[in-house]
């Protein structure tokens, strides 16, 4: 397995979103999402049915803003304009297959996103770093340095975390993920999709929506429908890089109708 390398001292992250979340038990195997009681509760809880004005509000909420802002402007859509693909760095095989699982879920159920698993590191564009919980901080220092992760652990005492650096025309060029191993199954999952999820543009939590994970309220564990409408608008091809929230409305009453048939395909859903 090969080492992290962290970024040059001159590369600065555009944006940084955390997330704490409560630790989970351990189990003596790993389980798919549907198999871990926590997620089939919330799963058969989980609300289907939404407004326009309900699907819009959380996406222009999350899609435009940052959680934690490092550099750059954050008033402009974000997203990768290209395959995405995910190389998953971790000594712990079983962590890698679930990712493996999460990564393909997603590329399921959002359309016109093209995303996979990959091989190798150099290839990669977005990195997922698998590490222990006792590593966390260390690994966080050695990528946004000491000082910033120790304001990280004090304010917001993490255990999983994503970031994407942008070009000038606010296209997503690489993101990192950070996720623990070790703190159970279903923190393990909860924090995959949300990061990984986040890694692709949507990076403002918000606690104003309460059927989103970009909420830190709020512990999924699976990739929910308000989400993956969230998704599908962000990475509709009419909805680019660069648009401004005035933009956007522009188009999104065409796109939502489009999204809408996409999703209740996706997830069988009733009228």
Request: aromatic residues 8%.
């Amino acid at each position: 397995m090969s080492a992290s390398v962290p970024p040059s001292p001159g590369l600065r992250f555009a944006l940084l979103t955390l997330v704490t979340l409560t630790c989970a038990t351990d189990t003596a195997t790993m389980a798919a999402a549907g198999e871990l009681p926590a997620i089939s509760s919330r799963q058969r809880a989980e609300k289907k049915s939404f407004t326009d004005a309900e699907i819009i509000e959380g996406f222009l909420k999350t899609a435009f803003g940052a959680e934690y802002h490092l550099a750059g402007r954050v008033d402009r859509i974000r997203k990768f304009e290209g395959p995405v693909r995910v190389y998953a760095e971790s000594d712990r095989e079983d962590r890698k297959k679930q990712l493996a699982k999460v990564v393909a879920d997603i590329g399921k159920r959002v359309q016109h996103l093209d995303i996979a698993m990959i091989d190798t590191n150099e290839a990669a564009n977005v990195r997922v770093k698998m590490v222990r919980d006792r590593d966390l901080f260390r690994t966080i220092s050695s990528f946004y340095g000491v000082d910033k992760a120790r304001e990280i652990r004090s304010s917001l005492d993490p255990q999983c975390l994503s970031g994407f650096r942008k070009n000038d025309n606010f296209e997503i060029e690489h993101s990192d993920v950070i996720l623990t191993v070790d703190n159970g199954d279903f923190t393990f999952l909860d924090c995959a999709y949300e990061e990984l999820l986040q890694s692709l543009g949507p990076i403002n939590d918000t606690t104003s929506v309460p059927w989103t994970m970009f909420n830190d309220n709020v512990s999924m564990g699976y990739f929910d429908v308000y989400d993956q409408y969230i998704l599908n608008l962000l990475y509709d091809p009419r909805i680019k890089a660069g648009m401004t929230v005035a933009e956007v409305k522009a188009v999104l009453p065409a796109v939502l109708k489009d999204v809408r048939a996409w999703v209740k395909r996706a997830n069988d859903l009733k009228e």
